[in-house]
């Protein structure tokens, strides 16, 4: 028996992608790890309404399902859980979401988002076999497609498996590994504060590269390549390598115009203040940078080096 009165809670972290944004599309491989102090969380209660409601006090957000188009990217994370439990109506429950990721910032709100979603309700409503790693990245790569249009799928299993990944899409399944990292990574995380469509800047890198194939392949398969050898450095705990590796990603990323001025500013000033590589990570055309640093004093350096070149938050996270 199913105890609808009972309050239920799931969280899920953000991300980062060390290597390989948008080259994934098309099948060259990524590195992403998740950022766990930064989370989006689900509650859900009991509601007397006879409904079913979502609540996002941080999107202005007080809906009732049923009303929602199938559009709607919450709507969706909560209906493919009814759907996979075939639950044909939805129980009364108030679904409350809020996040600490910012969004449209390249750090997998999104994703963070629906898979709480998806592990609260799959948790609330006794269903075990939804709350497989597996089965929450599936379900939150479905809502992602409204988010990105044509998603890598790396942004849902990053959050739903809540560990550094190298990711490949290839089909008929993606290949996805865990990896050893060999040497503590210590990365200063810097936001331009220019939010940033993941959907308009995926979709403007795939027209430029149905206008230049030939082109765009050569980028992709030079971020294919440094996703490689940065990860042989990484499983070898050659530090600075993976720092000159990303250096050398943002220069290919910017060639796929997707940096921007601010990005390029935060990665300059990095770079000025010695951290050992700097790059863009995620979409780009705004949202965040990152910057390997390798000791306490050269973070100092770097984060003062990023306020003043205009950065609006500023954190650390370390991939061990």
């Known amino acids: 028996m199913i105890d609808f009165s009972a309050v239920t809670e799931a969280t899920a972290p953000g991300k980062i992608i060390l290597f390989g944004e948008h080259a994934v599309v098309y099948g060259r491989p990524a590195i992403a790890a998740p950022i766990s102090q930064l989370r989006a969380k689900a509650t859900i209660t009991h509601s007397s309404s006879n409904n079913c409601y979502i609540v996002a006090p941080d999107l202005n957000r007080h809906d009732r399902l049923q009303d929602l188009p199938p559009d709607d990217a919450l709507a969706l994370a909560a209906r493919q859980v009814l759907d996979a439990a075939q639950i044909a109506w939805p129980p009364d429950v108030t679904i409350y979401v809020n996040s600490q990721i910012p ?40 809502v992602e497609k ?19 990944i190298w990711f490949v899409r290839q089909s008929p399944y993606n290949q996805i590994e865990p990896f050893t990292v060999a040497a503590p990574l210590r990365f200063v995380v810097a936001d331009t504060g220019v939010r940033s469509s993941t ?10 590269y149905n206008e230049q194939p030939a082109r765009f392949a050569q980028i992709f398969d030079a971020c294919g390549r440094i996703a490689r050898t940065a990860r042989m450095a990484i499983e070898t705990g050659s530090v600075t390598q993976v720092g000159q590796l990303m250096t050398e990603n943002h220069g290919w990323l910017q060639k796929m115009t997707v940096s921007s001025s601010e990005l390029d500013r935060l990665v300059a ?17 705004g949202g965040n940078m990152i910057a390997l640093v390798a000791d306490d004093g050269m973070e100092t350096a770097v984060r003062t080096a990023l306020h003043q070149a205009g950065a609006s938050h500023i954190l650390t996270t370390i991939l061990a």
């Open 103 to 142: 969004i449209a910032s390249g750090m997998g709100s999104g994703a963070a988002i629906a898979a709480a979603i998806i592990r609260a309700l799959a948790q609330h409503l006794q269903r075990p076999d939804l709350l497989t790693n597996e089965r929450v990245s599936a379900l939150a790569y479905e």
């Open 146 to 164: 409204i988010h990105h249009g044509t998603p890598s799928g790396i942004d849902n299993t990053v959050v739903a498996y809540e560990q550094p």
């Open 199 to 208: 959907k308009i800047a995926v979709g403007d890198v795939r027209r430029q």
């Open 269 to 285: 000033a990095a770079l000025e203040a010695g951290a050992l590589g700097a790059k863009l990570s995620g979409a780009g055309r």
